[in-house]
């Protein structure tokens, strides 16, 4: 059989209302563990094409959903909140109770598991990696792939103060989780793609 190399991507935005963040899963939207963030996540493929529109259409879908409701879906990489919404989302979102996975190859404790950094909150874009042969999947060289995209997109991750290096392991490969939401997709497939294919 064959070996399948695929790319995921999750994206996420901040739902506003007059400059306030809302929580999205009061209003329908797809959210993420931590409650403050609208999540879409994109099919695995082995093809750029899939996940790019089952980012986009729903990225669409829900932007005119939230001006329906008369507020807007952002993709800004951090927002300045207040210490009380932090704490109001910490509590009712359990963020105590959800262990934090994120891992980095530097060794850099701090991370953007609950995207809350100091008096603000942070979105980013995950890259899924997998690699595998029928239902079994096949170990990735997570440093290397990790690194590489670190490089390819220093520019981006220094300019939303992103931290490098940052990864998570999934059940079907790994997630890199360094980029800031509003990286350019095109971009990140490509590049994604061209690092994996090494592999093969």
């Not at 507020?71 to 262990?99: A, G």
């Not at 598991?113 to 096949?138: C, D, E, P, Q, Y």
Request: proline share 6%; charged share 30%.
């Amino acid at each position: 059989m064959q070996k399948i190399l695929e790319v995921g991507l999750e994206k996420e935005l901040f739902l506003l209302k007059n400059g306030k963040i809302m929580e999205p899963k009061l209003y329908g939207f797809p959210f993420d563990e931590m409650g403050f963030l609208v999540e879409i996540r994109s099919y695995p493929s082995d093809n750029p094409y899939p996940i790019l529109s089952s980012i986009q259409e729903p990225e669409t879908l829900f932007k005119l959903r939230a001006k329906q409701l008369g507020m807007e879906l952002i993709d800004e990489p951090s927002l300045e909140t207040t210490n009380k919404f932090i704490q109001h989302i910490s509590k009712k979102y359990r963020h105590d109770e959800v262990p934090c996975l994120t891992k980095n190859i530097y060794g850099t404790k701090l991370s953007h598991h609950t995207g809350i950094m100091g008096s603000g909150v942070t979105s980013g874009i995950h890259v899924h990696f997998s690699s595998r042969i029928g239902a079994k999947v096949l170990k990735l060289p997570v440093e290397e792939i990790v690194k590489k995209m670190d490089k390819k997109f220093k520019p981006e991750i220094e300019k939303y103060n992103r931290i490098k290096g940052e990864w998570e392991p999934k059940a079907h490969g790994f997630e890199y989780r360094s980029l800031p939401c509003n990286t350019d997709i095109h971009k990140i497939l490509g590049e994604s793609f061209r690092i994996l294919k090494k592999f093969k």
